[in-house]
Structure formats: structure tokens, C-alpha cells
């Protein structure tokens, strides 16, 4: 080749020099700039083949890399683990294989599509087919795939299909905490639960460039206890639904929180809309007569009802065309904590028509039943309730005992425990340490008085069946029919029991509801709270007691409580 440039550039020299060539050097001229062209022509031939052939595969190779550059970014999102608030991780992050495929690169899709079909039997021959034959350089086959699909895949050595390395989020306790935790999208962004209500927290990193954890008040073993005992109640009972939620009553933490029926985060497609429903703080209920306890709060706070005023029971009372009965019908005087024990709607209907709309207004106001609570969870509500304005008699009376107003299960649990606890109203939270703070909403002296009376409740009216030897449990049950296309069913019903324990001194607040529970012959046809929430109660508190080191008391206050009942008691023949 240097040889034949050479006598090129001799050639020119020669045409250059002489002023009439001869033939022969014309000649030669002419050969050698002709084969020159054609070498020209072939090299951008042969270059235009090389892009064509080899550059072409290579380029869409790296289109294929360059396009899925933010798919790979939004695999391998990378947030922090949450723990429960003993540090047992209930939600992290694991290293997975997923595999995309470069259309432009494969040249038989149907033989493709087939041998990938065999692999992965839960995707259609069809469906891959139309994917490998898009246009696009980059196309999802399957994310997070199994160590057997990945072994597969690879065996086949298929040009066009590749892996991708990333992380996903994974839930060891499958669906125990679903309804706190919540889940995460397929790009990494928390969309329920504690998982989008932190997940700007959960994607900042530490000072050593490691993402932060997030450590909740809940108790794996306790969720775990009170999940078991719904779901035995749910059965037990045909109920739909079911709500328990476990609250340390000295700085508002959550303990346990439940919703009956969940989901596994781990399958999130294959949950249900009512699965996804959060009953504990989405849920808005009329829960009936576990509002009596509130309106009895009132009444005490006010100073116009005493301890041992009675009421005559005897008779119905009578507001607009309604006439209010006690369901289980006891007759003659009852003193104020009687009117508890045996849920009287008499009873307690005089008592709030003593006090009168505005502090009973005000008094479920002060206690947060009235407004949004502010819990970490971005799936709560607001209650529903009829502005003071607009109250008649009878939204006076239905309201103290539990109609006319709807709020959520944890409304419930944290106005019974600021009710209990020396009248302190902490904010709702599923942090562990989170800075509870509190506003002083009723008396140390009305607390007192009020435990006295929810003790009785459990001793001796209603609420024996919730009662457990040695952990002097109090409360009070509800039963609500619910309403149908605006008339109240008689078969539908929310039955619930809201508990303190131990009573000598307060530490935990429980809260059991069963959604549309039917009665069985253990019941004897009955479904209200006291038949089927408070015994469920009972077994879950019984559970409870050794994982959160509350030792039973053998006896002691069992003689304090009898003289109390002896001085509550004017008719002995009420009992």
C-alpha cells in the first residue's frame, strides 16, 4: 500500500512538472485514481456493514443499560428497617434478582417467549410474546424472581435477557403488623401505613451513610396475642370484622394495634379493598353504651353528680316519640355506680338531661372525641356527630349512651385512658419515646372515682366476663345497632369493651370491638359487648400479663372493693 502511494504521489509529481505528459503517464494517472475511488467507495461500504452488523447490537445493548438506568435506581431503593420497640425487625429491605429483556437484540421472540413461558408458568406464552416484540430496549419480564427462576433463566443462555441485582422491601411477620406498617410501591415510596408516614425518615441516611431506622411502640409477642383471640372471637361468633388495640395508659404509646380482616404486605396485590381498611383509626362507629362512661366522667367533673346520688329507675323516660328502656330491666333506685354496672339507659339518660348539653358537649370535646387525633398513621378520620346547635333532647340523652355520635376505636381507647390514668390526655403514638405530652383534661379526684366505678363494672355488673383473677380489671361494654340505609338493624350490631388493668394502679388500656357478631348457644343467643367482646377480653389479658410483666395480686383490694359495693349499693335486693 506505501509503495502504491508513493508512485501515486511520483504520478502527480509528473503531471505537476511536465507541461505536455506523454500518453503513458496520462494512462497510468487515470489507473491509479480510479482504483483509489473504488477503495474509497468499498472502506465506506465495509464501514457502514461493521455498524450495521456489529455497532448496531452493541449500541442497542447499551440503550438497553442507558434506559434502565432509573428502573435499576428504583429497584435498589434503599430505606431503613422498622422494629418493633424491643428492636424485632417487622419491616427490611433483601437483595433480589429481577429480569428485563432487550427487544432489539433478540431475534426469535416466539422461541423466547416459549422457553420462557416453561420457567415462569404464572405469565402467559401470549403475553411475553407481545412484550419481545416491542420496539422499546427495555421491558420488564419479571421482577424480584425466585433462586430456581433465576438458575433457569441462566441455564438457557438466551442473548437479550438479562438480570438486574436490586433490593425489595420484605415483611417478615407477614400480615401481624400490616394496618401499622403498612407497604411500600414498586419504586420504594411508602403508600400506607407507617411506611408513607415516615418515608422521608426512613430514606435519610446516618452520619455513616447507612439509611435510619425507625423503632415503634408496638410488641410483637402482644400484637400477636391479641391478632390470635380476634381471629378465635371472629370465628366463634360469625363476625366480619374485629379491632383490638392495647395502649399504655402513662404516656400514650400503642402496643398493639389490629384490624381484623388484614392483609400480607409481602402479596399486596392480592389484598382486598376491605382487607386494606384500617377499622382501628379509619373506622367511624356508634359503640353504644361504652359512652356512658364518658357521660358518668361528666357528670362527676361537673360536681353536680355525687357518688352516692341514686336515680329511680322504675320508669321509661320519654323524649319526643321515643321511649328509653334499660335492656336488662332493673327496677328501683340505683346510686351512680350502679347505673354503670347494670349499663342503665334510665339512669344514665337523668343524669345527662342533670348536667345538660354544653358539659356534655364540652366534656367529649376535652377528651378529643370530637376532633381528628393526631396518631403517626395517614389512614384515620374524623368523628361524626351533630354540631351543638343542632341538639334536641334526644341527641342529648342518645348521646350518653353512645348514639348520634360515630368515632373511630382509638378515639375510644385514648379518651378511657386520659378517663383512668389521673386524667391526663396524652397524644396517640406508634413511636416508641416519642415525648408524650399530655393536657390535664379532668381531676385526679374524678379519675379516682372513676376507677372505682369501672372496677365495680368488672366485680359486679356487666362486665364480669372480662374480669381475670389478680389483675383488678375495669371497664364497660357497648353494644350499638348498626344503621342500614338510615334505619338501625336489629341484627347488626358493634359490640365492643373497653378496659383498664390493673385498677390499683393503672398501666394498660384495651380496647376489643367485633363487628356484626351473631349469637351462639355459649351466648345464649346473645351478641352485645358484654357476651362476646369482654370474655374475648379476658383470654387476651390473661395472655398479656406475663409479657408485660404485670404480676397478679393474690388478694388484698378484693376486701376494699366488697365494702365499695356494700357502700354504692342503697337496695340490696339490686345486685
Not at 436490586?166 to 411500600?184: E, I, M, N, T, W
Not at 386494606?276 to 383509626?281: G, Q, R, S
Request: glycine share 8%; aromatic share 10%.
Amino acid at each position: 500500500m506505501m509503495n502504491l502511494i508513493a508512485y501515486f504521489r511520483k504520478c502527480l509529481d509528473n503531471v505537476r512538472f511536465s507541461l505536455i505528459p506523454d500518453k503513458k503517464h496520462i494512462s497510468l494517472t487515470r489507473v491509479y485514481v480510479t482504483l483509489i475511488f473504488f477503495l474509497f467507495c468499498y472502506s465506506i461500504i465495509a464501514v457502514r456493514l461493521f455498524d450495521l452488523t456489529v455497532l448496531k447490537k452493541i449500541m442497542n445493548v447499551w440503550d438497553g443499560f442507558n434506559d434502565s438506568y432509573t428502573e435499576k435506581s428504583a429497584v435498589n431503593f434503599d430505606r431503613g428497617e422498622i422494629l418493633d420497640r424491643n428492636g424485632k425487625v417487622i419491616a427490611l429491605n433483601l437483595i433480589t434478582t429481577s429480569i428485563y429483556a432487550n427487544p432489539k437484540v433478540i431475534d426469535n421472540p416466539e422461541s423466547v417467549a416459549k422457553k420462557l413461558s416453561k420457567i415462569f408458568t404464572d405469565i402467559k406464552y401470549t403475553e411475553l410474546l407481545e412484550k419481545l416484540k416491542s420496539e422499546k430496549s427495555f421491558i420488564w419480564i419479571k421482577r424480584n424472581i425466585s433462586p430456581k427462576e433465576e438458575l433457569s433463566v441462566n441455564n438457557e443462555g438466551i442473548p437479550g435477557i438479562y438480570f438486574l441485582f436490586g433490593k425489595k422491601r420484605a415483611y417478615p411477620q407477614g400480615p401481624l403488623f400490616s394496618h401499622v406498617v403498612g407497604y411500600v410501591g414498586l419504586d420504594g415510596d411508602g403508600l400506607m401505613g407507617a411506611e408513607k408516614s415516615f418515608d422521608s425518615f426512613l430514606k435519610t441516611k446516618d452520619k455513616n451513610g447507612k439509611p435510619k431506622n425507625l423503632y415503634l411502640s408496638l410488641e410483637t409477642r402482644a400484637q400477636g396475642i391479641i391478632r390470635d383471640e380476634l381471629q378465635k372471637s371472629m370465628q366463634e361468633f360469625n363476625a366480619v370484622g374485629a379491632v383490638g388495640i392495647l395502649q399504655d395508659v402513662t404516656n400514650g404509646e400503642i402496643i398493639a394495634m389490629v384490624s381484623l380482616p388484614d392483609y400480607d404486605p409481602n402479596y399486596i396485590s392480592q389484598a382486598t379493598e376491605q382487607e386494606l381498611f384500617n377499622k382501628a383509626t379509619m373506622g367511624n362507629y356508634e359503640v353504644g353504651s361504652t359512652f356512658k362512661f364518658f357521660t358518668m366522667t361528666a357528670a362527676l367533673e361537673s360536681g353536680i353528680v355525687k357518688m352516692n346520688d341514686v336515680y329511680n329507675v322504675d320508669a321509661p323516660i320519654k323524649t319526643g316519640r321515643f321511649s328509653i328502656k334499660d335492656f336488662y330491666g332493673k327496677k328501683g333506685w340505683l346510686s351512680v355506680p350502679q347505673i354503670l354496672m347494670h349499663s342503665s339507659n334510665i339512669g344514665i339518660s337523668q343524669i345527662v338531661l342533670e348536667i345538660g348539653k354544653e358539659r356534655q358537649f364540652n366534656n367529649m370535646k376535652t377528651l378529643g372525641l370530637l376532633s381528628e387525633l393526631n396518631i403517626e398513621l395517614p389512614e384515620k378520620t374524623s368523628p361524626v356527630y351533630r354540631d351543638l346547635s343542632n341538639w334536641s333532647e334526644s341527641s342529648l340523652i342518645t348521646s350518653s349512651y353512645g348514639y348520634g355520635i360515630s368515632v373511630s376505636p382509638l378515639h375510644v381507647l385514648n379518651a378511657g385512658s386520659a378517663v383512668i390514668n389521673g386524667g391526663r390526655l396524652y397524644q396517640p403514638t406508634i413511636l416508641k419515646d416519642a415525648g408524650h405530652q399530655y393536657k390535664q383534661v379532668i381531676k385526679e379526684s374524678t379519675s379516682e372515682n372513676m376507677r372505682k366505678i369501672s372496677r365495680m363494672v368488672v366485680r359486679f355488673g356487666g362486665g364480669k366476663s372480662a374480669d381475670v383473677d389478680g389483675m383488678f380489671v375495669g371497664g364497660k361494654s357497648g353494644t350499638a345497632n348498626k344503621p342500614v340505609n338510615g334505619v338501625y338493624s336489629d341484627k347488626l350490631r358493634i359490640s365492643s369493651f373497653v378496659s383498664m388493668f390493673p385498677m390499683n394502679d393503672p398501666k394498660y388500656a384495651l380496647y376489643i370491638m367485633l363487628d356484626e357478631p351473631k349469637g351462639n348457644k355459649k351466648s345464649l343467643g346473645f351478641a352485645t359487648g358484654g357476651w362476646v367482646a369482654a370474655p374475648a377480653t379476658a383470654k387476651i389479658i390473661r395472655r398479656l400479663a406475663p409479657v408485660l410483666n404485670i404480676m397478679p395480686k393474690i388478694r388484698g383490694k378484693e376486701i376494699i372493693e366488697e365494702s365499695l359495693f356494700v357502700q354504692y349499693n342503697p337496695n340490696p335486693a339490686v345486685s
